[in-house]
């Protein structure tokens, strides 16, 4: 079967990995934001069905780096790098801040299930 890259959900120089407590595979980028690509992002990739999915969007200019859960996968933190001047709410001038970003559903569900 091959790979599910659609417009939706292409990327490119993975540059983070990470295997969540559920065998899910998540994908980091650092590369290109030129088209066809968009900002770095985090993906879900499901390694049994070849299934890959944008999950996460970062700010323009970022970096998508750095990724854990909590044990029961209800929780997640996701770092954010060299994000542009105007992130998050700068004026300009300002130097850009580095962040981390903590994800949860609204149901209190396992992230990417």
Known sequence: MASSLTDDNIFNSPDGLWFDYNGRLWIQTD???AP???NNMMLAANPATRDIRRFF???QGCEVTGVVTTPDVKTM???IQHPAKDWPFG???DHPRDATVIVT???GGVIGA
């Open 36 to 38: 066809p690509y968009q």
């Open 57 to 59: 969007v970062g700010p």
């Open 77 to 79: 933190f996701v770092n």
């Open 105 to 107: 559903r609204d149901d």
């Open 31 to 33: 590369g290109s934001d």
């Open 91 to 93: 004026n300009e001038g």
